[in-house]
Nanobody, 128 residues
Framework: QVQLEESGGDSVQVGGSLRLSCVAS????????LGWFRQAPGKGRQGVAF???????TYESSVKPRFTISRDNSKNTVYLQMDSLKPEDTAVYYC??????????????????????WGQGTQVTVSS
């Protein structure tokens, strides 16, 4: 099991920036793939960004130019830098972790991941 805790969510104006952090309490953090998902009210959970153990990244198409996922293995932390925020980015953002063969393809992992390793979520609200 992996314990994950997100932070950094806030309310911002359109065009603003925010940096989310997620700390993992787990051994061998370097071996995990990590991702960010989001869920707006009344909608399903959507994969946003993925980063593999090798540092390779995959993004959902609507956020690719604006969001950047990164990891700091010395701190057991994954980040999501969000720039040029839009109202449609408003959602609860969750981090997640996986390992093994499912991590091989970031896009597939983002589309198919259903847990069990989720954080509690952090609220991001973008207003105009």
């Amino acid at each position: 099991q992996v314990q994950l805790e997100e932070s950094g969510g806030d309310s911002v104006q359109v065009g603003g920036s925010l940096r989310l952090s997620c700390v993992a309490s787990v051994s061998f953090f370097d071996n995990y793939c990590l991702g960010w998902f989001r869920q707006a009210p009344g909608k399903g959970r959507q994969g946003v960004a993925f980063i593999g153990p090798d540092g390779g990244t995959t993004y959902e198409s609507s956020v690719k130019p604006r969001f950047t996922i990164s990891r700091d293995n010395s701190k057991n932390t994954v980040y999501l830098q969000m720039d040029s925020l839009k109202p449609e980015d408003t959602a609860v953002y969750y981090c997640a972790a996986g390992q093994g063969p499912p991590c091989a393809y970031g896009g597939v992992w983002l589309a198919n991941y259903r847990g069990p390793n989720w954080g509690q979520g952090t609220q991001v609200t973008v207003s105009s």
